[in-house]
């Protein structure tokens, strides 16, 4: 077990939640699930939830735990003797650095709205000059400099404070008024004028959504969310996992999380779509909604500035949770890799952090020109590919055949550690869906992932990108299947 350790089970699963929780819950979740059938698809995601979603939260739970360390060093610590799965070992590493490239960018974005919403630079203006707030946000480098390093230094400040005294306790405060502020929020919604007929755009089932998209691309859009939503396969998740006891059983702390995680996306829908109905804003996926779509809706809101307040207070309790339990992995893998303090760990990382966060900064501004992806892209587009397309299905996918092959760490030692404590276990019966269905829907998604994303593209881009796909794939099976020099 690592030095360290959560002083109480809530504590692990506030931050396992806190690392789930992010801004895909708010700008994502809701609108898909509105355009897609409301009620309808949230059955058909919560299928894909227990069938995808869950099982590989518990593979890396079981990783972390099992090791007690992060994945930099738990595949050298579980692997059998002839394994090579200590290859793959800096893989997440790698992960949790590209996606705070961008990540903390974006919490910065939050932290700014707050001030603006409090000093009033969103209030009482019309709908062009809102998202001018917004364009003129991305095009100032200073600004976005300046929120990107605040962003970093407090998240890493309560990385420093260990983690019993920062990020647990900091993390279950933190937690706790996400909550509240959803709660609030969502009633403050659901009073308005209108909001019934947001509220059945969003909730009720209709069947006729997911016949106009078809029901191929509905579960397929469902399947894909409920692989990425836990934010599993950089090991993120892992770390968390590696500072708790053995007192319970991993399917049961699994789905705690999963619950939590769904719940919350469903709370932010409230608190979104049927406002934007009621008052006739475009209801939109992305950065569109939280800084341009929203801001509208609380414009023609009774108390709407203070109501913007809490909501983007509540939007930055949400990054920074994501935040926190990321720096956290980067912070462990550092001290196991050069066996350095904590605090040495972090001063390492706050530069180097800020220094790397500058190219997704840039791309919004004095590097706008290029566009690395095709038309309209930008860096940070670059860097969301490399990660959300590659990184975490990949990194997800190892974890998972490191956890069921004879050559990673086996599927006995994986059950074993799986159902060592009290509560709900995993069934032995189990074994042959997680050695081969398991997988094989992972290498689908995958690989639809890449076509449905290039598919707007030339036919020779389309067929260089599937080679690029199938070739990392069988590098990765290759590695697993390999015996150590």
Same mark, same amino acid.
């Given at each position: 077990?690592?030095?360290?350790?959560?002083?109480?089970?809530?504590?692990?699963?506030?931050?396992?939640?806190?690392?789930? &929780?992010?801004?895909? @819950?708010?700008?994502?979740?809701?609108?898909?699930?509105? +355009?897609? #059938?409301?009620?309808?698809?949230?059955?058909?995601?919560?299928?894909?939830?227990?069938?995808?979603?869950?099982?590989?939260?518990?593979?890396?739970?079981?990783?972390?735990?099992?090791?007690? *360390?992060?994945?930099? /060093?738990?595949?050298?610590?579980?692997? /059998?003797?002839?394994?090579? =799965? *200590?290859?793959?070992?800096?893989?997440?590493?790698?992960?949790?650095?590209?996606?705070?490239?961008?990540?903390?960018?974006?919490?910065?974005?939050?932290?700014?709205?707050?001030?603006?919403?409090? !000093?009033?630079?969103?209030? /009482?203006?019309? $709908?062009?000059?809102? +998202?001018?707030?917004?364009?003129?946000?991305?095009?100032? $480098?200073?600004?976005?400099?300046?929120?990107?390093? =605040?962003?970093?230094?407090?998240?890493?400040? %309560?990385?420093?404070?260990?983690? !019993?005294?920062?990020?647990?306790?900091?993390?279950?405060?933190?937690?706790?008024?996400?909550?509240?502020?959803?709660?609030?929020?969502?009633?403050?919604?659901?009073?308005?004028? !209108?909001?019934?007929?947001?509220?059945?755009?969003?909730?009720?089932?209709?069947?006729?959504?997911?016949?106009? @998209?078809?029901?191929?691309?509905?579960?397929?859009? +469902?399947?894909?969310? +409920? =692989?990425?939503?836990?934010?599993? #396969?950089?090991?993120?998740?892992?770390?968390?996992?590696?500072?708790?006891?053995?007192?319970?059983?991993?399917?049961?702390?699994?789905?705690?999380?999963?619950?939590?995680?769904?719940?919350?996306?469903?709370?932010?829908?409230?608190?979104?779509?049927?406002?934007?109905?009621?008052?006739?804003?475009?209801?939109?996926?992305?950065?569109?909604?939280?800084?341009?779509?929203?801001?509208?809706?609380?414009?023609?809101?009774?108390?709407?500035?203070?109501?913007?307040?809490?909501?983007? %207070?509540?939007?930055? =309790?949400?990054?920074?949770?994501?935040?926190?339990?990321?720096?956290?992995?980067?912070?462990?893998?550092?001290?196991?890799?050069? !066996?350095?303090?904590?605090?040495?760990?972090?001063?390492? @990382?706050?530069?180097?952090?800020?220094?790397?966060?500058?190219?997704?900064?840039? #791309?919004?501004?004095?590097?706008?020109?290029?566009?690395?992806?095709?038309?309209?892209?930008?860096?940070?587009?670059?860097?969301?590919?490399?990660?959300?397309?590659?990184?975490?299905?990949? #990194?997800?996918?190892?974890?998972?055949?490191?956890?069921?092959?004879?050559?990673?760490?086996?599927?006995?030692?994986?059950?074993?550690?799986?159902?060592?404590?009290?509560?709900?276990?995993?069934?032995?019966?189990?074994?042959?869906?997680?050695?081969?269905?398991?997988?094989?829907?992972?290498?689908?998604?995958?690989?639809?992932?890449?076509?449905?994303?290039?598919?707007?593209?030339?036919?020779?881009?389309? &067929?260089?990108?599937?080679?690029?796909?199938?070739?990392?794939?069988?590098?990765?099976?290759? %590695?697993?299947?390999?015996?150590?020099?």
């Amino acid at each position: 077990m690592s030095q360290e350790s959560f002083k109480s089970r809530l504590g692990f699963i506030l931050v396992s939640a806190g690392c789930a &929780i992010g801004l895909g @819950n708010v700008w994502k979740f809701p609108y898909i699930c509105a +355009a897609n #059938g409301g009620a309808a698809f949230i059955v058909i995601y919560l299928i894909c939830l227990a069938i995808i979603g869950l099982p590989i939260l518990i593979t890396e739970f079981a990783v972390g735990r099992g090791s007690g *360390h992060s994945l930099v /060093k738990a595949y050298n610590v579980l692997e /059998k003797p002839q394994s090579s =799965f *200590h290859k793959f070992k800096y893989f997440g590493l790698v992960g949790n650095y590209l996606l705070m490239m961008f990540y903390s960018m974006v919490s910065g974005w939050m932290i700014n709205y707050v001030v603006k919403s409090a !000093n009033g630079s969103l209030s /009482k203006i019309n $709908t062009e000059q809102v +998202a001018n707030v917004f364009n003129n946000m991305l095009s100032n $480098t200073g600004e976005m400099v300046f929120y990107t390093i =605040f962003a970093v230094l407090i998240a890493f400040g %309560i990385c420093a404070l260990g983690i !019993n005294k920062g990020v647990e306790k900091i993390s279950k405060i933190i937690m706790l008024l996400l909550f509240i502020l959803m709660i609030i929020l969502a009633i403050n919604t659901c009073l308005i004028d !209108n909001s019934w007929e947001g509220i059945k755009y969003y909730l009720v089932p209709d069947f006729s959504k997911i016949s106009e @998209n078809g029901l191929g691309n509905v579960v397929f859009i +469902a399947m894909t969310h +409920a =692989f990425f939503t836990l934010g599993v #396969g950089i090991g993120s998740m892992a770390i968390c996992a590696s500072y708790l006891n053995k007192q319970k059983k991993l399917v049961g702390e699994s789905l705690t999380i999963v619950i939590l995680d769904t719940l919350i996306a469903l709370i932010a829908g409230l608190i979104i779509i049927p406002a934007c109905v009621a008052y006739n804003v475009p209801l939109k996926s992305g950065p569109p909604l939280l800084f341009i779509s929203l801001p509208n809706v609380f414009n023609e809101m009774v108390g709407g500035k203070i109501w913007m307040i809490f909501f983007f %207070i509540f939007m930055t =309790f949400a990054a920074l949770s994501t935040m926190i339990a990321v720096y956290e992995n980067i912070v462990a893998s550092f001290k196991e890799i050069w !066996n350095i303090s904590r605090k040495k760990a972090v001063l390492i @990382n706050i530069p180097l952090m800020s220094f790397l966060s500058l190219p997704a900064v840039f #791309g919004f501004n004095i590097l706008s020109n290029i566009q690395p992806i095709g038309e309209n892209t930008n860096l940070m587009d670059l860097e969301d590919f490399i990660l959300s397309f590659n990184l975490l299905p990949l #990194g997800a996918l190892i974890t998972l055949l490191f956890c069921v092959s004879k050559k990673g760490w086996g599927w006995n030692n994986f059950i074993n550690e799986v159902n060592t404590g009290e509560g709900l276990g995993l069934s032995k019966k189990l074994k042959f869906y997680m050695t081969y269905i398991l997988p094989a829907i992972m290498v689908i998604v995958y690989i639809k992932g890449y076509y449905d994303y290039f598919q707007n593209y030339s036919l020779s881009v389309r &067929i260089f990108s599937m080679l690029i796909a199938v070739m990392l794939l069988s590098i990765i099976f290759y %590695i697993a299947n390999k015996n150590k020099n």
